[in-house]
């Protein structure tokens, strides 16, 4: 058993067994209660679900196994120029410690020795037409895997309940080393003429990723590096991350559940907002015939876009009351790494401009930018400039968190989910009687 397997089954087993005794002397406790609006409102705050590798604070942001994201930029092994690598986010996530740098390489190697992809994932995708939504492609590509399930073929044989998270992770390990490939497959066939870059087996995974999309630049694979560790989770209440365990949940295959969660990413009120903020902002210049918009100009497109009726992408949050620190993250990259593009000052302007405005509607409960406030801004200055693709990035990342947690999930022996609806017949009469 390799070293990140043997550490996650002692630790494993150990919660296991605190989990079950925790259960049964406390079941009963009274842990929160629910009010009207939560039910009627997307079930917003509601607790019902155990999430090991990250928690997300509305003030704070998003802490991985209690680390923010400048400690974890500090602490885990990292990229010549300094950002961290998700290999070590990945691990820290499933195990709770900080790896090494020894440890991260090995994990390296070890996802290398699982990339290959299987022909009928080329065939499968190549039978789409090439402008078919990157995300579509996607989850079509993932699905071609499925038929490799390690966890769906050991069920049909009749594992035993306490072999689940084993043959999760080699889904999981097989899975996450896969998807840079099939996620540079899709880019370089919808946008580059089908002209694709081998992998380079000596370069880790974000930068071998980079390298696939055709951009070996330093700078860009340092970009990867954090993109790709930022977006890896936050905490599981989110869209995507709640389909993946809720799926994961029936005992499906992590294929066939991240598949699921893939497509709640697609959605433009979540990861797909990433590609409507950077068209957005093209209209936006198109509108105003500037390249460099004054906040003025800024102020009355927002208005415009406002009056309209549609949300201004990129602004808003069902849990952060505060600016994202993963917004904050791009934005100190950009400072650090990118000198006079109009595109990023566009977007920092919009951060001046958008917040008051959002505030004065009275509604909006978090008027800050979020994740995909910025990320658009930075692909564009990397040449990555085909918007429809930047949802197939995100969810590149968000395998390393909602994987790491399926296999906790198994690991702990996560029942199926089934939480409760109710009829507007029934809030009527409970309204009645009180
Ligand atoms: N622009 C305009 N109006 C907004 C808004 C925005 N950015 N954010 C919220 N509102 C509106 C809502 O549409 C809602 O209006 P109605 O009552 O008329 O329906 C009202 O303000 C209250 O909404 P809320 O409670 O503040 O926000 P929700 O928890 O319901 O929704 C969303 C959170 C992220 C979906 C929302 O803020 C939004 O639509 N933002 C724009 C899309 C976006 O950026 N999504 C990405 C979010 C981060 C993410 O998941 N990334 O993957």
Known sequence: MESLKKKFAAK????YTEMRAINKEHGERKMDEVVLRQIT???RGIKMMLWETSQLDANEGIRFRGYSIPEIKKLLPSGPQGEPKPEGLFWLMLTGEIPTAEEVNDLTKDWQSRSDLPQQVMTSLDALPDDAHPMTQFTIGIMAMQSDSIFSRRYAEGMSKTDYWDACYEDSMNLIARL???AAYIYRRSFHGGDHIPADKSLDWAANFAHMLGNDDEDFRSLMRLYLTIHADHEGGNASAHTVNLVGSTLSDPYLSFSAGMNALAGPLHGLANQEVIKWIFEMI???GTKT????QIATYVQETLDAGKVIPGYGHAVLREPDPRFTAQRR???EYIKGSDLIE???KIFDTVPPMLQALGKVKNPWPNVD?????LLVHYGIKEYSYYTVLFGVSRALGVLAAGIWSRALGMPLERPKSVTSDWIKAQLKDA
């Open 286 to 288: 198109e509108n105003l």
């Open 12 to 15: 494993a087993l150990a919660l």
């Open 293 to 296: 918009p004054t906040k003025e």
């Open 180 to 182: 840079p490939r099939v």
């Open 373 to 377: 406030a910025h990320s658009g801004a």
């Open 41 to 43: 409102g997307g079930a």
């Open 333 to 335: 990259f950009a400072e």
């Open 346 to 348: 566009t977007v920092w």
